[in-house]
């Protein structure tokens, strides 16, 4: 019986299917650009975490871990130059 009706149901036009495929189309665009958006701020984020943290690493090392002496002062704070 589903067949029976099947054939009068007409073909979407082919304007009408450019439509919807253009529409597709747009939805994929909005939804990258969203995502490169989210993209951004959560480099932007991880970023900016690293930096405090490997600062307030620094400065942790500094104030507590450093010799008293100029020579091993340098050696202690020279990986920290490097990075």
């Known amino acids: 019986m589903g067949g029976l009706f099947s054939r009068w149901r007409t073909k979407p036009s082919t304007v009408e299917v ?3 495929i ?4 747009q939805a994929l665009e909005e939804f ?6 989210l993209q951004k701020l959560w480099v932007g984020r991880l ?3 690293s930096s405090v943290l490997y600062l ?9 871990y ?5 020579t091993a002062r340098l050696a ?6 490097a990075f």
């Open 56 to 64: 307030f690493t620094c400065l942790i090392v500094y104030l507590w």
């Open 47 to 49: 970023i900016l975490y």
């Open 76 to 81: 202690m704070t020279l990986p920290f130059f």
């Open 18 to 20: 450019l439509e919807s």
């Open 66 to 70: 450093l010799p008293d002496e100029f």
């Open 32 to 37: 990258r650009e969203k995502n490169q958006r």
């Open 22 to 25: 253009d529409k597709e189309i």
